[in-house]
């Protein structure tokens, strides 16, 4: 016999749609009839506390990370970055809490203000910071680490469509340049560059620089990324490196062709002459 699992507010039996994706039932949620699962006082300090936290350095780093930045009521009210991260601060408290609707409303607000997509269901350190932003869309399992730096266009996406991990985990000191996709359950180390419009569909090791469709680890260093993140542009061009190794292959290649031709004729002229110049 079918095992059903109940709505938490009205013990209704649940679809199996339903019960895959949440546990209360349609009508529930749209008369937003629900009771948050139980957190106890000093879980939900601890949580308030962390939103504060992660305030002062969220607004600290527009200050460490961006020249541009004069006062507080500027970062505030004009900076895009900052406002939506502030949202989703709030927003992945509510969800923490498994209170429905209210987390996805605040993040659709975020994304209207702002032009920034990030689902409350995502997991970000402290010190982040996104610059200008408009683009940035960061899915629901991703997770990202401290002093993290993320430009306009960056996508943090899913391949799959399973309930399951399908978002990418970045580490610490990382920046993501311009227009960078990261799609699928990957991991980037500690300390990475990704350049502008790179595609990276594999995990990247610590202290590492990727650029290209698909993205490549082009260099490795044991350096920390420093605080003032504003070196995305300052990255190889693989291209370039790729023609003049083509080039150096190439000139090698014609001289010991011509070294090997002056050798036979040399030989020949060599031969005939100690033979009088004739068969």
């Not at 879980?43 to 780093?61: A, H, P, R, T």
């Not at 975020?110 to 995502?122: N, S, V």
């Not at 920046?175 to 790179?198: E, F």
Request: glycine letters at 10%; hydrophobic letters at 40%.
């Amino acid at each position: 016999m079918a095992e059903f699992l109940q709505c938490l507010s009205c013990g209704k039996n649940l679809s199996c749609k339903e019960s895959e994706k949440h546990s209360y039932c349609a009508q529930c949620i749209l008369d937003l009839n629900f009771s948050v699962q139980e957190i106890n006082r000093e879980e939900l300090d601890k949580s308030l506390q962390k939103i504060l936290d992660f305030f002062v350095s969220d607004v600290s780093s527009a200050f460490n990370k961006d020249p541009a930045a004069k006062s507080i009521l500027e970062v505030l009210t004009s900076y895009p970055g900052i406002k939506a991260v502030l949202l989703y601060r709030i927003a992945h408290f509510f969800w923490q809490i498994g209170m429905p609707f209210i987390p996805r409303y605040l993040s659709d607000i975020a994304r209207d203000l702002t032009g920034i997509e990030i689902h409350p269901g995502a997991k970000i350190g402290s010190e982040f910071f996104i610059d200008h932003g408009s683009g940035v869309v960061i899915g629901e399992t991703a997770e990202i680490g401290n002093n993290v730096t993320l430009y306009s266009g960056v996508v943090l996406g899913g391949v799959s469509l399973e309930h399951k991990k399908r978002h990418p985990t970045v580490g610490d000191n990382v920046v993501i340049g311009t227009g960078a996709k990261l799609l699928g359950p990957i991991t980037i180390g500690d300390n990475t560059r990704i350049g502008s419009n790179s595609v990276v569909v594999k995990n990247v090791p610590p202290n590492s620089v990727v650029v290209g469709v698909p993205g490549q680890v082009i260099s490795r260093e044991g350096n920390k990324i420093k605080k003032i993140d504003l070196a995305h542009g300052d990255l190889p061009d693989p291209l370039v490196i790729t023609i003049n190794t083509l080039n150096s292959r190439l000139e090698f290649l014609e001289k010991k062709i011509l070294n090997d031709r002056e050798k036979s004729d040399d030989s020949v002229e060599i031969f005939f002459g100690n033979y009088g110049g004739g068969i």
